[in-house]
């Protein structure tokens, strides 16, 4: 009943992929887990030198024989305000001083060799990679797709859609707006590409021949069966696993995802210089006063990083980054299997009724 061109395409037994969600919640147990369970299960690796990335590729494995994915992010070159960056650096001092942590400290702006990352994923032979914040270079994607790997890409617009379809990925992830982290925005500014899923992801399925991955919002079965119908070949789900027993997310970001509502979030460039969605914190309330510009992505990223790790060895909140949707009242503590195995039994019950409405 839910067999696709993407699930065939990937060999899987679910449109379920499990969002990347780089920088701790995705961790090997929770890829090999949703993997196990049917769906495609993904390691967010845009933060990973090429060592971690192998190895943690090599601990999915001794989890599951099934496909997975690794997503890495396709880098960006801001151009550098060294007085911009020191008067942010200087501003930051406010929150390390509360924590504790040294003043002003030295930032190391550079980000991770993407040639690199792309070599490692390249020799450890992987089932599916996917891209985030643009359209990686050609090169990356002939040779991906030499070996055999599906390459999947990340479109908040049509225009991106149309775009990374002339650039020969093999599916790609419609980004509405109500999704959780950051926005895949490469063609336009992120303020114009917030667009819902429901908008979305018919228009991107009218206009594209490729397989469409619906992401934003969906959690459940409900979800699921809105995206199909919508004209998607499969769903995204990250919020829906965030609080999950094998997810990486720190302890009180769990309790802050299964207690919020839908209206806890908001689009901030506070934490990396880039747009995502989060739960409001205190950070993203202060820095809405700074009084200059925010660097760019992955300038103030690297800039907050050591306020973000010190809050979460401190048990605060307040200033952590805590990425999610606007789908936070349906989010539980429920075992990653278990919510794939939830979201396919509703959806197959859901059709069921319908089905039956509709007949008499």
Known sequence: MFKTTLTRMLNIDYPILQAPMAGGPATPALAAAVSNAGGLGSLGAGYLTPEQIRTAIREVRVRTNRPF????????????????????????????????????????????????QVQALLEEDVNVVSFTFGIPPQGVIRALKQRGTAVIGTATTVREAELLEAAGVDAIVVQGSEAGGHRGTFASTASDALIGTMALVPQAADHVKLPVIASGGIMDGRGLVAALALGA???????????????????????????????????????????????????????????????AYPLQNAMTRDIRQAAARANRPAYMSLWAGQGLRLAGEAAAADVVRRTMEQAERLLGRMADTFSG
């Open 69 to 116: 994915g690794v997503n890495l992010f396709v880098p960006e070159q801001p151009q550098e305000d060294a007085e911009a960056i020191a008067r942010m650096n200087a501003y930051l001092d406010r929150y390390r001083d509360e924590l504790g942590i040294t003043r002003s400290p030295e930032i190391p702006l550079a980000a991770e060799n993407f040639e690199e």
């Open 233 to 295: 070949s499969a769903v995204q789900m990250g919020t829906a696993f965030l609080a999950s027993p094998e997810s990486g997310a720190h302890a009180a970001y769990k309790r802050m995802v299964v207690t919020s509502q839908e209206d806890a979030t908001q689009i901030t460039t506070a934490y990396s210089g880039k747009a995502a969605r989060g739960i409001r914190t205190d950070f993203m309330r202060e820095m809405q006063g700074y009084p200059g510009a925010i660097p």
